[in-house]
C-alpha cells in the first residue's frame, strides 16, 4: 500500500492530505508535526484571535477528529529530525517512518533580532504560530507602550490591534515608507493616515539601533538617537522559507525548496508546497506567503500523487485586516511603472498597478466589487485603460465584457 508521509501539519500540509482522501486516495497516510495542535489558521493570529474575538475552536482548520475519521495518522509534537533519501524514510523522535511519496509544508520561520541587539530579552516577540500569541496576550492592558518592529502586513496588523485595545503604539520602519517591500506609495499612504488616525505612532526611515532592559525589555534606542520606553516589543520583520530539513537532505533550494510546475523536488518522490517552496511563474520563479497559495499548490500536489499529471497555475491574492479596513489584493505588482487610483463611495478606494498597457495588480481597500473584478481581469489576462479604471462612472461589470 503507497504511504505519503507529509512533514509540516499547517495550511498546506492540512489541505494535503484532506485532498488525498477527497480524492479517493486509499493508501496510508500520515501528517507529522511539531506543533502541539491540529493544523489551524495563521491568519487570525495578528487580527481576531489577538483581539480576543476568535477561540481555538474556530482557528483550527478541521476538527481534530477529521483526521482519525479520514484515516489520516496525525502525529503532533513531533519534530522530523531528518530525511534519508536513500532509504525513503524520516526520522522522528528517534524512530523511522517509511514512505512512498515525501510531502514538504514546513512553512516558514520568522526573522528574529540577534541577541546582539536585545533580541533574546524576555516581551520580545514574534508572530508566527499559536504559543507566540498566547504568550504575548498578557501583555495586551490598556496604556501599555508597545514598540513594534516592521511596517509589513504583519507589523501593520499587529498595530491595529494594539491601538484598538488602547495601548501606546509605536512602530518602526527602517525603510522610507511602510509597506515599501510589498505596495506602492499610494497603499503606504493610505495605511499610515489610518493608523496615525488612531494615535499609533509610525516612525519611517528609523531602524532599531538595539533594545534595553535587565533580563526584560524596558527600552530602545533608535538609529536616528531616540531613546523610548517600552513595555514590550513585536517584531515583524519578515520570514525565510523552512527549508533546513531539506537542504540537510541534498534537496535543491532556490528562495525556497525549488519544485518542477506540478510540485516535485529535485529529489524523487519527494514534493513540496505553500511557504516553504518556490515554483515557475510566468518565466520567473517566486515563492508565496499566503494561504491561498499553500492551500492550492498542496491540492495540485495531491493530485499529482495521484496521477493528475496537473501544472499548479499560480493565481496570487491575499487580504489583510485592520480597524474596520479589509485590504484585499490580487496579482503580483513586480514590475509596475504606473498606479492608477479609483475612489469608490463611502471611504473605499482602489489601486490598479500597470506595466505599460498591462493590467498587473489591484489593492482594494473597503471595496469589494473592485477586488473581484481586478482579480478576474489579471486571471484572464485583460487590462482596461487606466483612464477608464479611474473614472468613476465606469460600471466596473462592463469591464468584464472587454
Ligand atoms: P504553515 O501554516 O506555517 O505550516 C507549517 C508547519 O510545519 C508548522 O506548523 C511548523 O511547525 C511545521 N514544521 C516545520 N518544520 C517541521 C518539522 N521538521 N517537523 C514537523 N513539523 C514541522 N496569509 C494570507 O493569505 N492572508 C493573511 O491575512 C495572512 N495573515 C497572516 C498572519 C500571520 C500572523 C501569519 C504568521 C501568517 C499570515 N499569513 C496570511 C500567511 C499564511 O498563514 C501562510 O502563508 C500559510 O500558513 C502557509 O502555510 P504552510 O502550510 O506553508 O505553512
Not at 504511504?3 to 488525498?20: D, E, F, M, P, R
Not at 514538504?104 to 524576555?122: C, E, K, M, W, Y
Not at 527600552?219 to 525565510?240: P, R
Request: glycine share 12%.
Amino acid at each position: 500500500m503507497t504511504h505519503v508521509v507529509v512533514i509540516g501539519a499547517g495550511q498546506a500540509g492540512s489541505s494535503l492530505v484532506a485532498k488525498l482522501r477527497n480524492g479517493g486516495f486509499q493508501g496510508k497516510v500520515t501528517l507529522i508535526g511539531e506543533e502541539p495542535v491540529a493544523p489551524y489558521q495563521r491568519p487570525p493570529l495578528s487580527k481576531k484571535y489577538l483581539l480576543g474575538e476568535m477561540d481555538l475552536d474556530r482557528l483550527l482548520l478541521r476538527p481534530e477528529s477529521f483526521y482519525s475519521e479520514n484515516g489520516i495518522d496525525l502525529h503532533l509534537n513531533e519534530t522530523v529530525q531528518s530525511i534519508d533519501v536513500a532509504g525513503q524514510a524520516v526520522v522522528a523522535g528517534g524512530h523511522r517512518i517509511n514512505y512512498d511519496e515525501l510531502v514538504l509544508t514546513t512553512g516558514s520561520v520568522p526573522r528574529r533580532l540577534p541577541a546582539a541587539i536585545g533580541g533574546l530579552l524576555d516581551s520580545v516577540y514574534v508572530v508566527r504560530d499559536l504559543k507566540d500569541v498566547d504568550s504575548m496576550a498578557p501583555e495586551f492592558a490598556e496604556g501599555k507602550r508597545v514598540l513594534i518592529v516592521g511596517g509589513g502586513y504583519i507589523g501593520l496588523e499587529a498595530a491595529a490591534v494594539a491601538a484598538s485595545r488602547g495601548l501606546d503604539v509605536t512602530l518602526v520602519e527602517m525603510a522610507d515608507r511602510i509597506l515599501q517591500r510589498v505596495a506602492a506609495p499610494e497603499t503606504s499612504d493610505y495605511f499610515r493616515t489610518l493608523h496615525s488616525g488612531k494615535g499609533v505612532r509610525i516612525l519611517e526611515g528609523v531602524g532599531l539601533d538595539h533594545l534595553t532592559g535587565d533580563k526584560k525589555v524596558s527600552g530602545a534606542k533608535l538609529t536616528d538617537g531616540t531613546e523610548l520606553d517600552v513595555d514590550f516589543v513585536i517584531v515583524g520583520v519578515g520570514i525565510s522559507p523552512a527549508t533546513a530539513l531539506a537542504e540537510a537532505a541534498g534537496l535543491d533550494i532556490e528562495n525556497g525548496i525549488k519544485t518542477d510546475a506540478q510540485g516535485r523536488t529535485s529529489v524523487p518522490h519527494i514534493w513540496a508546497a505553500g511557504d516553504c517552496a518556490s515554483f515557475p511563474y510566468k518565466g520567473a520563479r517566486i515563492r508565496l506567503e499566503s494561504v491561498p497559495n499553500a492551500i492550492d499548490q498542496a491540492e495540485i500536489v495531491a493530485e499529482n500523487i495521484m496521477g493528475a499529471d496537473k501544472d499548479y497555475v499560480a493565481k496570487p491574492w491575499f487580504w489583510s485586516d485592520q480597524y474596520d479596513v479589509k485590504l484585499q489584493i490580487a496579482g503580483l505588482n513586480t514590475g509596475y511603472d504606473r498606479v492608477v487610483t479609483r475612489e469608490g463611495g463611502g471611504g473605499s478606494v482602489s489601486f490598479w498597478y500597470y506595466q505599460g498597457d498591462q493590467l498587473l495588480a489591484v489593492d482594494a481597500m473597503n471595496a469589494p466589487r473592485d477586488y473581484m473584478i481586478g482579480k478576474r481581469l489579471i486571471e484572464s489576462g485583460k487590462s482596461p485603460a487606466p483612464e477608464t479604471v479611474a473614472d468613476p462612472d465606469t460600471d466596473m461589470k462592463a469591464l468584464m465584457k472587454l
